[in-house]
């Protein structure tokens, strides 16, 4: 079945310093793959998505994600935090198989605070 | 720019009242979700409509119906609500139910039951 795995419960990093979330997945095929972010008292804002092609992807917000299909992980980095990147952030992967096709399966999201 | 709109935004029920959260979406998708968010779970998909006249069952179905009203609304009704379903719950749409159709979200309805 599938599955995310998102390490980090909570991560705290200072403004200016650089970003890695991590976020492991189980699938058998080739995956879908999101990343989403979620602000307090918000729904969820979807920062990019891989779906084949190259595995660096480009999302808004000045953030990016690598697909690393030997390590099953898809991690979101960024150069340099702002505060306005604390949020709370979501992976999520997608099923292209028989009864669950189309559905998003989420990891339980990484909490990420950002020091003035 | 609406997207998805969810209503109510907040809710306080007692045990066993029953009550339908409404969502509706302005973005031509002809698939929508509800999910429910819990601290520390993610989201968990509760029910889905892959096209107007079709509902499907997520991961955590027990305790919910749906209703595809058309293809801009779909709603989420508790029969007889349950503190265990004190959630925040988001309904979403895709322009179809495919892998390379992003899921848009709604702001949520936080939904305490006493």
């Known amino acids: 079945a599938q599955s995310v795995t998102q390490p980090d419960i909570h991560i705290t990093v200072s403004e200016g310093a650089s970003l890695e979330l991590r976020c492991n997945y189980s699938?058998?095929?080739?995956?879908?793959l999101f990343w989403y972010v979620q602000s307090p008292g918000q729904g969820l804002q979807l920062l990019l998505k891989?779906?084949?092609?190259?595995?660096l992807v480009q999302g808004i917000k000045g953030f990016e994600a690598e697909f690393k299909r030997s390590q099953s992980s898809f991690n979101l980095r960024k150069p340099s935090v702002h505060w306005s990147d604390a949020a709370e952030y979501f992976c999520a992967v997608g099923s292209d198989r028989g009864s669950t096709l189309g559905r998003l399966y989420f990891g339980r999201g990484t909490q990420l605070t950002v020091w003035p | 720019n609406a997207g998805v709109t969810q209503t109510p935004k907040f809710q306080v029920l007692k045990t066993g009242q029953s009550m339908t959260l409404q969502c509706a979406q302005d973005m031509n998708h002809n698939s929508m979700y509800w999910y429910r968010q819990d601290p520390g779970m993610g989201l968990r998909l509760i029910y889905y409509s892959a096209s107007e006249g079709t509902t499907d069952k997520g991961e955590v179905p027990n305790g919910y119906n749906v209703s595809r009203l058309n293809k801009r609304e779909f709603s989420l009704r508790l029969e007889s609500a349950a503190p265990s379903q004190t959630s925040v719950y988001f309904c979403?749409?895709?322009?179809?139910?495919?892998?390379?159709?992003?899921?848009?979200f709604g702001d949520g309805t936080r939904l305490s039951i006493l």
């Open positions: 979403a749409s895709s322009y179809q139910t495919g892998n390379n159709q992003p899921q848009h």
């Open positions: 891989y779906f084949s092609g190259d595995t």
């Open positions: 699938y058998g095929a080739t995956p879908y």
